[in-house]
C-alpha cells in the first residue's frame, strides 16, 4: 500500500495452500491476519459561540457557551481549552442522552435580582415616558437644498455598564463538555464545549484557545478567539445624496475593532416609528423603500451588541429635493397655484368695474 488512505483501514488476511490434483482442490495449510489501523491527523478547528447572536444585558447573569469543532481526524483527538495561554480546570458534563435535542445548560449562577439597580438608563435610549434627546426636526422648506452636508453623524454613545451585586471578581466555574461522531468518511468529528458565567468586566477582551492533541501530529493545533464587546461603528449611507422618491440603504461596514461573538444590530427612528410602520429593524443593513419628504432631517439608532456590551451610534438623514417629481399641491410659496390664479382674475375685475363706474 504505497499511498495509505482511511479507506485503507480494517483488517487483511494471508492464505497459504496447495493444489490437490487428484480431488481438483484447494488445500488450505495456514492463514493469518492483521488489522490494519490508518490514523489521519485532523484537517480543520474552529471556535464558536453557541447561540449568537445574542444581546447584551446589564441587569440579568447568563451563560456564555463557547464550541469547538474539530474534523478529520481518526481517531477521535483530545481536545481542550486554555485561558489568555493557561489552561483552564473545568467540571466535566456528561453527554446527552441519544434522540435528546440540543443541550442547554442551567443557569450556572443562582442569584435573585438586585433591586437597587432600577434599568433607569432605559428610558434614556429613547424608551417612552422620557423624551427624546434627539427630537426629530420639522423639515425646513425647499427641503434643505442649500445645505452642503448630505448626512450628519452623531458621535458614538458607549452603554454605560452598570452591573449589579450579582458581578464578581472572582474566577469564574467553567463546565465542558466533550463528545464525537463518525463521518462517512471514516474520520471522527469532536465537538467540545466550554460554559460559564459571563463576566463582562473580567472576560471582556479574555482570549481562550481550543487545542488539539492526536497521535498523528507531532505538535498541537490551536484556534484562538478574543471576546472583544463592540466599538465604533462604521456606518454608511447610499446614495451619498438622497433626494425625495430615492431608495436608501444605511449599512454597518465594520467595527474599529475585531468583535467576537457576532453582534445583533438593531435599527430604530429616534422620536418615531420606521418608515414601515415598524418600531425597529433587526440586520446590518436598514432599507428605506422611496422616501418622502417628511423624513428630511430625522434621526436613525444603530444599536450593535454582544454579550460583552452594547453600543450606539446615530445618523440624521438629509432629504434633497428630486426635480423629476412635483412638489405636490403647494408651490414653494405654501400657496396654491389655482388659487393664486383665481385670486389675479378677481382683482383684474374689480379695477376694470371700478374704472367704469
Not at 150 to 163: A, H
Not at 174 to 203: C, K, M
Request: charged letters at 20%; glycine letters at 8%; one cysteine or more.
Amino acid at each position: 500500500l504505497p499511498e495509505v488512505r482511511i479507506s485503507d483501514n480494517g483488517p487483511y488476511e494471508c492464505h497459504v495452500g496447495i493444489y490437490d490434483r487428484a480431488t481438483r482442490e484447494k488445500v488450505v495449510l495456514a492463514s493469518g491476519n492483521v488489522f490494519l489501523n490508518v490514523m489521519a491527523p485532523p484537517t480543520s478547528i474552529s471556535v464558536l459561540a453557541a447561540d449568537t447572536p445574542a444581546p447584551f444585558s446589564r441587569y440579568q447573569a447568563q451563560n456564555f457557551t463557547l464550541v469547538c469543532v474539530v474534523s478529520g481526524g481518526k481517531p477521535a483527538p483530545l481536545v481542550y481549552f486554555k485561558r489568555d495561554g493557561e489552561p483552564i480546570e473545568a467540571t466535566p458534563l456528561p453527554e446527552p442522552p441519544a434522540g435528546a435535542g440540543g443541550w442547554a445548560p442551567r443557569n450556572l449562577l443562582h442569584r435573585d435580582l438586585d433591586d437597587t439597580k432600577v434599568p433607569k438608563s432605559l428610558a434614556a435610549d429613547g424608551e417612552p415616558g422620557m423624551g427624546n434627546p434627539f427630537p426629530t426636526a420639522d423639515p425646513p422648506r425647499g427641503l434643505a437644498a442649500e445645505r452642503d452636508s448630505v448626512t450628519e453623524s452623531i458621535p458614538e454613545t458607549v452603554v454605560s455598564r452598570e452591573f449589579p451585586r450579582w458581578v464578581h471578581m472572582a474566577e469564574p466555574i467553567y463546565y465542558f463538555r466533550h463528545t464525537h461522531a463518525p463521518v462517512s468518511d471514516g474520520t471522527v468529528e469532536a465537538r467540545a464545549t466550554l460554559t460559564w458565567t459571563l463576566n463582562p468586566q473580567i472576560d471582556n477582551e479574555a482570549l481562550f484557545s481550543c487545542e488539539v492533541k492526536h497521535p498523528a501530529l507531532s505538535m498541537p493545533m490551536q484556534s484562538e478567539v478574543t471576546l472583544v464587546a463592540p466599538k465604533g461603528p462604521k456606518i454608511t449611507m447610499t446614495p451619498t445624496r438622497a433626494r425625495v422618491g430615492d431608495t436608501v440603504r444605511i449599512l454597518v461596514q465594520g467595527f474599529q475593532n475585531e468583535v467576537f461573538p457576532e453582534p445583533l444590530f438593531t435599527w430604530t427612528r429616534v422620536g418615531s416609528r420606521l418608515l414601515d410602520g415598524s418600531a425597529e429593524h433587526d440586520g446590518k443593513e436598514l432599507v428605506l423603500e422611496r422616501v418622502p419628504a417628511e423624513l428630511n432631517g430625522s434621526m436613525y439608532r444603530c444599536t450593535a451588541q454582544n454579550p460583552l456590551g452594547s453600543t450606539d451610534t446615530h445618523t440624521r438623514l438629509i432629504v434633497f429635493e428630486n426635480p423629476n417629481i412635483p412638489r405636490g399641491p403647494e408651490d414653494s410659496n405654501g400657496s396654491l397655484p389655482g388659487h393664486c390664479g383665481f385670486r389675479f382674475v378677481l382683482a383684474l375685475t374689480l379695477t376694470v368695474i371700478l374704472e367704469l363706474t
